[in-house]
């Protein structure tokens, strides 16, 4: 119900990652969207067991990524990604995702501060 109620908002969407037999792979968020002259968002994902760590988002991201910078009309995405989630980070690296910086600290995690690295692409570093 939190999850519905969150993404009923406007400046949030969710989607569900779908292998080409109908079974779930995972969730797809594009959060916090800021208008006006921002035009952002932050990109979370996840796969669901028994999915992950297999390389089965990246169709699904790259879908989600396309309909961000189209039909959202969004100019940036930022995926904060904690230093020690490798698969992560080769994900949006493969996407496309540069590395703009490190934020210690960023997201309070199972209770505790987390260190995260700061990826990011805008729709001009897509559409190229």
Not at 40 to 67: D, Q
Request: charged share 15%; hydrophobic share 45%; net charge neutral.
């Amino acid at each position: 119900a939190e999850h519905l109620t969150k993404y009923s908002a406007d400046n949030n969407f969710s989607y569900l990652a779908r292998a080409e037999d109908g079974s779930l792979i995972g969730c797809i968020n594009v959060n916090e969207i800021v208008r006006g002259a921002f035009q952002s968002a932050f990109l979370g994902y996840y796969a669901f067991a028994p999915n992950h760590g297999k390389g089965l988002m990246k169709s699904a991201m790259t879908s989600v990524i396309a309909l961000a910078f189209g039909n959202l009309a969004l100019h940036r995405l930022e995926a904060n990604i904690q230093p020690s989630n490798i698969a992560s980070i080769a994900l949006v690296k493969s996407l496309g995702f540069r590395l703009e910086g490190y934020s210690p600290r960023y997201l309070k995690i199972a209770g505790a501060w987390q260190d995260h690295e700061r990826y990011a692409i805008t729709a001009e570093e897509w559409l190229a």
